[in-house]
């Protein structure tokens, strides 16, 4: 399964008439988060592929997702009522879920660590709880499928992982003991910049590979 995941900033080539070019063969899109609907809405429409995404701290869910400041400022990012999940863009929240797409089972925890009590931001037990929430799906899952999971898609990175000092851009440890219990393959986040791009954008921690999706990154992922 090709995957094109995007997180964090509006990328010029993407949303463009360059992105059948571009990405026109993959199979899914996955967002990491802090990313305004109307980008969303083109990759999916345009791709015509199903979309999951998580949350940023950036992001907000509201009733009305038609401002038109929204077309004027990339930076800012309005997302659906969390009642309706499945509508505006088309994405499918994955947030404490787990969707199966094919063979390759998805869960998601949306959001960052706690620094000025904004949107979508959580402090380490809050996370902790946002993890037991989704528990009895991943032992469901388990039963079905026979793993607990092959990717989480968060928008913060794991502690000590791809995180930064500041409190804003700290990792969860949660995240750390979500891996270490649950063994995803793959750990996809956003949220830390990547300003040079020859920096490692993807690491092995006890057998999960973690992807920071910033911008933009293809991965191919087998169940």
Not at 21 to 41: K, M, Q, R, T, W
Not at 61 to 78: R, S
Not at 157 to 164: A, E, R, T
Not at 166 to 193: C, N, Q, S, V, W
């Amino acid at each position: 399964m090709l995957v094109l995941a995007v997180s964090d900033t509006v990328n010029k080539n993407l949303y463009s008439t360059q992105i059948r070019e571009l990405a026109g063969n993959v199979d899914l899109i996955i967002s990491c988060g802090d990313l305004p609907a109307f980008y969303l809405d083109y990759l999916a429409s345009s791709l015509l592929k199903p979309l999951l995404y998580v949350c940023g701290n950036h992001d907000h869910y509201e009733e009305d997702d038609g401002d038109l400041d929204i077309y004027g400022n990339t930076n800012v990012a309005k997302y659906i009522s969390r009642k309706n999940r499945y509508k505006s863009f088309g994405g499918r929240n994955l947030d404490e879920r787990i969707e199966r797409i094919g063979k390759v089972s998805f869960a998601g925890l949306e959001g960052s660590f706690l620094y000025n009590r904004g949107a979508h931001q959580y402090t380490e037990f809050q996370m902790n709880w946002k993890i037991w929430h989704l528990k009895p799906r991943l032992y469901l899952n388990r039963i079905v499928t026979g793993r607990y999971l092959d990717v989480l898609v968060t928008h913060a990175p794991p502690y000590g992982v791809h995180d930064q000092t500041d409190r804003a851009h700290r990792g969860f440890k949660a995240f750390i003991k979500f891996i270490r219990k649950y063994k995803p393959k793959y750990l996809l986040h956003g949220h830390t910049h990547i300003y040079n791009f020859k920096e490692n954008r993807i690491l092995d921690f006890e057998g999960t590979k973690i992807v920071n999706c910033y911008d933009y990154v293809f991965l191919d992922i087998k169940p």
